[in-house]
């Protein structure tokens, strides 16, 4: 059975242009790839993945090529574009990667993070850590967008930090980035 709830709102998406990745303090060469063994870029994010509520909201592994040169941090945010509403939903926000890393495991953004040196924002809610998808059943297909970003610096954001402060930190030190989209649909 269809959920009147979202189907009235599937034609109210926060949009890509809402992303960081579509912020002009956040804009960079992609030069270089952000990929996960779970899924390939653009196809559904396997249940296993699904948010604490329904699933067991294990975060998917990640891996990527070598950042540019210069790289000091990265810094990954997580987000859904297709949330109603006026801003994406934010699902990660984790920054203190070290670039030298290559790659994060599965289930790597918890809280606390196996990772020395990581960092979680607050993502929904105030919750540290990977909140999977967990779209409105019946709202159609959601994107959710990858977004892993090379600095030339370290941000210094303390555990708990905000999207705002995140983007204020990269603000004019975005060297590189790496995109990988996933997809959620919950009839």
Same mark, same amino acid.
């Given at each position: 059975m269809q959920n009147p709830i979202g189907r009235a709102l599937r034609n109210r998406p926060a949009g890509q242009h809402t992303l960081v990745w579509a912020d002009p303090r956040a804009r960079a060469a992609?030069?270089?790839?952000l990929t996960s063994p779970a899924f390939e870029h653009g196809t559904p994010i396997p249940e296993h993945h699904r948010g604490h509520i329904f699933g067991a909201n294990v975060s998917p592994a990640l891996a990527w090529t070598a950042p540019p040169a210069g790289t000091e941090e990265l810094l990954l945010v997580v987000q859904d574009p297709d949330a109603p509403g006026r801003r994406p939903a934010t699902h990660a926000l984790s920054a203190g990667?070290?670039?030298a890393l290559l790659g994060i495991a599965e289930n790597a953004l918890t809280s606390p993070s196996?990772?020395? *040196?990581?960092?979680?924002?607050? +993502? #929904?809610? *105030?919750?540290?850590?990977?909140? +999977? #998808?967990?779209p409105i059943p019946s709202h159609g297909p959601h994107s959710y967008?990858?977004?892993?970003f090379a600095l030339d610096r370290r941000t210094e954001l303390p555990e708990r930090f905000t999207l705002d402060e995140a983007v204020n930190a990269l603000t004019g030190h975005v060297i590189g980035r790496a995109r990988l989209d996933g997809t959620y649909e919950i009839a």
């Open positions: 992609d030069n270089f790839v990667i070290d670039p196996p990772i020395s *040196g990581l960092r979680h924002g607050k +993502g #929904p809610l *105030g919750r540290l850590g990977w909140a +999977g #998808p967990a967008v990858f977004q892993l």
